[in-house]
Antibody
Framework: QVQLVESGGGVVQPGRSLRLSCAAS????????MHWVRQAPGKGLEWVTV????????YYADSVKGRFTISRDNSKNTLYLQVNTLRVEDTAVYYC??????????WGQGTLVTVSS | DIVMTQTPLSSPVTLGQPASISCRSS???????????LSWLQQRPGQPPRLLIY???NRLSGVPDRFSGSGAGTDFTLKISRVEAEDVGVYYC?????????FGQGTKLEIK
């Protein structure tokens, strides 16, 4: 069955970096657009970034542009999010998700990133 | 960026009664192919979101037919014909026509 399993979250100080990973299984990962969406504690959903199936096209939310980088390794069925220069306001659960506007959408359970000194 | 505005933000509903959530976008969501990528998502407590409806009115497989979506242009509505206990959660509209995708603030559906 389809699975998306995020990892790499944790507690980090402001200004530091993390790399989040999302391991995909149960489907043909290399054929799907993949997204990262985040949710601050007790708040709503915020779309963060997207990457095309071949990795050649990427878009970012203005709030993370220049600090976050999405990438993928189709040979490893893994999606990544490099998060640099972290801010307190980046504290959130980060979800990876497949094709979120289509009937084939699927979301992972999320990984919590806490930015605190 | 396109702003998505949902009303109400909270909706206490009696079991078996209908519920309705409105969503307005700050600009048209019609793309160059004539498609309108307006989706509705449900997030139950402690769970990731899940897509209920895409392109205004198309229910995903497995979504009960008491959920329906309607609208056009910049005004959209999600209706639940008869609320059941399992419908408790937060509902989001999302525009997926233009990057960056944007969500409404969320509407918390709770039982009276």
């Amino acid at each position: 069955q389809v699975q998306l399993v995020e990892s790499g979250g944790g507690v980090v100080q402001p200004g530091r970096s993390l790399r989040l990973s999302c391991a995909a299984s149960g489907f043909s990962f290399s054929t799907y657009v993949m997204h990262w969406v985040r949710q601050a504690p007790g708040k709503g959903l915020e779309w963060v970034t997207v990457i095309s199936s071949d990795g050649g096209t990427k878009y970012y939310a203005d709030s993370v542009k220049g600090r976050f980088t999405i990438s993928r390794d189709n040979s490893k069925n893994t999606l990544y999010l490099q998060v640099n220069t972290l801010r307190v306001e980046d504290t959130a659960v980060y979800y990876c998700a497949r094709a979120i506007r289509d009937p084939e959408e699927y979301w992972g359970q999320g990984t919590l990133v806490t930015v605190s000194s | 960026d396109i702003v998505m505005t949902q009303t109400p933000l909270s909706s206490p509903v009696t079991l078996g009664q209908p519920a309705s959530i409105s969503c307005r976008s700050s600009q048209s969501l019609v793309d160059s192919d004539g498609n309108t990528h307006l989706s509705w998502l449900q997030q139950r407590p402690g769970q990731p979101p899940r897509l209920l409806i895409y392109k205004i009115s198309n229910r995903l497989s497995g979504v009960p037919d008491r959920f329906s979506g309607s609208g056009a242009g910049t005004d959209f509505t999600l209706k639940i014909s008869r609320v059941e206990a399992e419908d408790v959660g937060v509902y989001y509209c999302m525009q997926a026509t233009h990057y960056p995708y944007t969500f409404g603030q969320g509407t918390k559906l709770e039982i009276k």
